[in-house]
């Protein structure tokens, strides 16, 4: 499976745009990206999925370069509401192969 | 519209007796998964059914962790002569299986070991 590796934690102030990256430099070909937001006593939300370019939605965008060792998570102008816990996952869309998340970003939006 | 639906939704137990969580994935999802998340972690994979085909079981913590899927619909995870490490929230998952790596989570069920 693809390692991925992520900041911890990061800081922001509502209004600001938000880009946490992920690491995965051992993709696979048929490997996609997805990125899930956690909220406090929740389970996880799929937000985003791509495989290559940008991939762009009502919630975030997803750049992702042409090599594809890594990906960029942007939330635009982000609130108080966006506090949580964002996870970066590399796998297939499809088979036997189990996706697995890793320890994800603590994002903390202050006003 | 039902999503994924997990019961009991908290359960206290003594240490030592074995308890049993049951996920009620989407309908007509494949892909069922199990993770774990003790407080202020991130997710555990315990186990990942897919179709018909046979179990992943390698995140289980142990041999006294066990889960079965019946008819590729409910899932029971069962864990047997509880610890107090076992103490955590137990997530359960499904997805389509094919076509997104989207996951549908359930509320979870919180588990606490006395």
């Known amino acids: 499976l693809a390692k991925t590796t992520q900041p911890v934690s990061m800081d922001s102030y509502e209004g600001q745009e938000v880009n946490i990256t992920c690491s995965h430099n051992n993709i696979a070909t048929n490997d996609y990206i997805t990125w899930y937001q956690q909220f406090p006593s929740q389970g996880p939300r799929f937000i985003i999925q791509?495989?290559?370019t940008k991939v762009t939605n009502e919630v975030a965008s997803l750049f992702i370069p042409a090599d594809r060792k890594s990906s960029t998570l942007s939330l635009p102008r982000v609130s108080l509401s966006d506090t949580a816990v964002y996870y970066c996952l590399v796998g297939p869309d499809t088979g036997r192969r189990a996706l697995t998340f890793g320890s994800g970003t603590r994002l903390q939006v202050q006003p | 519209g039902a999503g994924v639906s997990q019961s009991p939704s908290n359960k206290v137990t003594e240490k030592g007796k074995d308890v049993e969580l049951r996920c009620d994935p989407i309908s007509g999802h494949t892909a069922l998964y199990w993770y774990r998340q003790s407080l202020g972690q991130g997710l555990e994979f315990l186990i990942y059914f897919q179709g018909n085909s046979a179990p992943d079981k390698s995140g289980l913590p142990s041999d006294r962790f066990s889960a079965e899927r019946t008819g590729g619909s409910v899932s029971t995870l069962t864990i047997q002569r509880t610890q107090q490490e076992d103490s955590a929230v137990y997530l359960c998952?499904?997805?389509?299986?094919?076509?997104?790596?989207?996951?549908?989570f359930g509320p979870g069920t919180r588990l606490t070991v006395l």
């Open positions: 791509g495989y290559k």
């Open positions: 998952a499904s997805r389509s299986g094919t076509g997104s790596n989207e996951q549908f």
